[in-house]
């Protein structure tokens, strides 16, 4: 009889850890800093496929014009299914960990606090489109609205240049989430050098989450 064939090992499930703030937090910089540190995947929302590039070209370009709250709740969300689809899911699932740069988070904060769209409706929503993929851990990015502000130069975005009314009710969006689930966010400071910061992050990170059981395994990826 031929020997029996050693099962094939079944790859752990990868950590998806989400990176969340108001405008100008330096979370894009320090997702990109965390998936370095973590051999992760690093990818963003909108965007982070072919389409979804596409989808955040409609959301973010100033010259869009007025959107809807609720078509622009839906396009966020289209972005978010595809996304998870053939980027998170894939990786997850293969025992990547993904950093992302947004995700349903943003969702809540924006459209739900900043839009003054049902918070609920639109964590069914996300949860559906996503099929009930969320972070392992969120990590928001705490800065004062002053620094906030003059971080922000340049030509500006549809959503940078909204009102500062609507990035404080964003920003009080971002904290009542993290108060009401501490076992899935971490709250960091976000001033300082990117180094700095950066230390904090991975500190949370890892204290929370561990690390990746062998993270030059396939070193660091992006979509």
Known sequence: MPPEREPHAVAARGRLIALEGREASGKSTQARLLAEALG????????????GERVRALLLHQDTGRIDARTEALLMVADRAQ???????????????VVTDRFSASLLAYQGFGRGLDVDELRRLTSWATGGVSPDLTVLLDVPPETAA?????????LEREDVAFHERV?????????????????????????????????????????????????????
């Open 150 to 158: 003059a971080r922000l130069s340049g030509e500006l975005d549809r």
């Open 40 to 51: 992760a995947v690093l990818t963003r929302e909108p965007g982070g496929t072919a389409t």
């Open 83 to 97: 996304h998870v689809s053939e980027v998170v899911e894939p990786a997850l699932l293969s025992g990547r960990w």
């Open 171 to 223: 920003a009080a969006g971002y904290h009542a989430l993290a108060a009401a689930d501490r076992a899935t966010w971490a709250v960091v400071d976000g001033l300082g050098e990117a180094t700095e910061v950066a230390g904090r992050v991975l500190a949370v990170v890892t204290e929370r989450l561990g690390a990746p059981a062998d993270p030059a395994r396939a070193g660091p990826g992006r979509t």
